[in-house]
């Protein structure tokens, strides 16, 4: 299994960024997608999350309205669309996937490396 997180990169307070993360070597449309993000000094937590047919989405306190994750399992990949960024966004993003809810947004079954973003402010 490969997940492969792109999209990171720096922009300024308030802008917007997606973040994509492409999987292989499982059965997506099986498995719920989530994404975490890690901050120089600080544990990994817990973005959001999509269940495997897309229909279902939950997002921390954090990113809730303003971060938005939709797939397409027709191509493999998971997106996280990231707007009205700040400074404290900044982080590595990692995109992870779980075939048991509520389990994958604490211990999912596959990693994807992560994917720097910067948020200046």
């Known amino acids: 299994v490969q997940l492969q997180a792109s999209g990171g990169g720096l922009v300024q307070a308030g802008g917007s960024l997606r973040l994509s993360c492409a999987a292989s070597g499982l059965s997506f449309s099986n498995y719920h997608m989530a994404w975490f993000r890690q901050a120089p000094g600080r544990e990994r937590e817990f973005v959001g999350v999509?269940?495997?047919?897309?229909?279902?989405?939950s997002y921390a306190e954090s990113a809730e309205g303003r971060f938005t994750i939709s797939r397409d399992n027709a191509k493999n990949k998971v997106y996280l669309q990231m707007n009205s960024l700040k400074p404290e966004d900044s982080a590595v993003y990692f995109c992870?996937?779980?075939?048991?809810?509520?389990?994958?947004?604490?211990?999912?079954?596959?990693w994807g490396q992560g994917t720097l973003v910067t948020v200046s402010s």
């Open positions: 999509m269940v495997g047919n897309g229909a279902v989405t």
């Open positions: 992870a996937a779980g075939l048991l809810m509520p389990t994958v947004t604490r211990r999912p079954d596959y």
